[in-house]
């Protein structure tokens, strides 16, 4: 803990060259981190795309199943069904 009594330490001043180097890597920083930004939101849309294709591919599977399971009922209920009787033919007066 710095004494009541004493005074801060002085601001450390930079050189020019100094400054320089600073404002480059910042700058270096800031494209780095613009690249890494674009390279995670194409990574996200694929990401998104992928599930997408996924769920497309799941809904196709669950109506031919659907498909498959409404022929089955269709052909059972064919054969439980007896064949409906004949109309007799009305008497000629």
């Known amino acids: 803990m710095a004494d009541i009594g ?3 330490k002085p ?14 890597g910042r700058a ?12 995670t939101k194409i990574e996200r849309q694929k990401k998104k ?3 997408e294709m996924v ?3 799941k809904d ?3 109506e031919q199943a659907y498909e498959a399971v409404l022929e089955i009922k269709k052909e059972r ?3 439980l069904k007896p064949a409906p009787a004949p109309e007799p033919e009305p008497e000629p007066p």
């Open 55 to 57: 769920k497309e591919e």
């Open 77 to 79: 209920e064919k054969k």
């Open 28 to 39: 270096k920083s800031c494209e780095v981190r613009k690249k890494n930004a674009e390279i």
């Open 11 to 24: 601001k450390r001043t930079l050189t020019p060259e100094q400054l320089e180097k600073l404002a480059k």
């Open 6 to 8: 004493q005074e801060p």
């Open 49 to 51: 795309i992928e599930k």
């Open 60 to 62: 196709k599977k669950r």
